[in-house]
Nanobody
């Protein structure tokens, strides 16, 4: 079982920055951030594995950075140069503890946080 608690969302103007955090109760091999805008499908934003591999959706490449602090069991998403289209509920996700690979796909993730809202105004 993995428990996830997100924090760090808020409202910011376009061009601004936010850092999301996700505290975890364990250290799954793969963790990720997803987002869902009103009326839109859930979208994978970024993925990181304990092996060091990273993956980003094209729309955030060069602006967002996913990282993790293993000592603190915390996942981060640094979001820079935010755009209004980044407005969404952001969710932290983790794979099962016995899973040693993942893609940036919701089907690969078992545990989800409650979400934190990010609103970017123009």
């Amino acid at each position: 079982q993995v428990q996830l608690v997100e924090s760090g969302g808020g409202s910011v103007q376009a061009g601004g920055s936010l850092r999301l955090s996700c505290a975890t109760s364990n250290r799954p091999y793969c963790m990720a951030w997803f987002r869902q805008a009103p009326g839109q499908e859930l979208e994978g934003v970024a993925r990181i594995s304990s092996g060091g591999s990273l993956d980003y959706v094209d729309s955030v490449k060069g602006r967002f950075t996913i990282s993790q602090d293993n000592a603190k069991n915390t996942l981060y998403l640094q979001m820079n140069s935010l755009k209004p289209e980044d407005t969404a509920m952001y969710y932290c996700a983790a794979t099962r503890l016995d899973r040693l690979w993942c893609r940036l796909s919701r089907n690969d993730f078992t545990y989800w946080g409650q979400g934190t809202q990010v609103t970017v105004s123009s």
